[in-house]
């Protein structure tokens, strides 16, 4: 059974930074995908990024793009999200999945969604 596990949350003014960490377990995980997603309260889960297999494509909606930054150890089955210039509407849980492909991430992710990492940026 996939699982994964987030970890790197926490408390952050706003302008702040911080890393979250994703590592995938139950595989192999032969060429998948790795993302993010966030979900904030009374809101549905959004896609924040994502990274190809090779680690040469990254794929961020407009509201995250050229702050955040996806990467990732194939070795280890991990996958980081840098977040810089933090703003409170970044606030929510944050949870990370493997797919085939980036498009099946949030259709067909191979793991059950975990508890997430909350990160909570303050004005």
């Known amino acids: 059974q996939v699982q994964v596990l987030e970890s790197g949350g926490g408390l952050v003014q706003a302008g702040g930074s911080l890393r979250l960490s994703c590592v995938a377990s139950?595989?192999?995980?032969?060429?998948?995908?790795m993302g993010w997603f966030r979900q904030a309260p009374g809101r549905e889960r959004e896609f924040v990024a994502a990274i190809t297999w090779t680690g040469t494509t990254t794929y961020y909606p407009d509201s995250v793009k050229g702050r955040f930054t996806i990467s990732r150890e194939q070795h280890k089955n991990t996958a980081y999200l840098q977040m810089n210039d933090l703003k409170p509407e970044d606030t929510a849980v944050y949870y990370c999945?493997?797919?085939?492909?980036?498009?099946?991430?949030?259709?067909?992710?191979?793991?059950?969604w975990g508890q997430g990492t909350r990160v909570t940026v303050s004005s």
């Open positions: 999945n493997v797919a085939n492909s980036h498009v099946a991430l949030p259709t067909a992710p191979q793991a059950s």
């Open positions: 139950g595989g192999p995980f032969t060429r998948y995908a």
